[in-house]
């Protein structure tokens, strides 16, 4: 799998879903207040993929 990235129109900051490895893959989320990375298994981490994208809602200070 190629990256996949979804990019601020109006900051530098950046998600991007990465690094296939098997049944696994990588997201990360770059910017200026709050950077992380997280390897996720695609088929049981859904709690931990909907845990990512609830705690970038929860930390967004706008792009």
Known sequence: MKSVVLKSAETSSE???FD???D???ISNQSP???Y???IWG???AANWI???RFMA???KGW
């Open 15 to 17: 998600i991007r879903l």
């Open 20 to 22: 296939r490895d098997g």
């Open 24 to 26: 696994y893959f990588h």
């Open 33 to 35: 207040c709050i950077s």
């Open 37 to 39: 990375s997280k390897r």
């Open 43 to 45: 088929y049981s981490d």
């Open 51 to 53: 845990g990512s994208i």
């Open 58 to 60: 929860e930390n967004w």
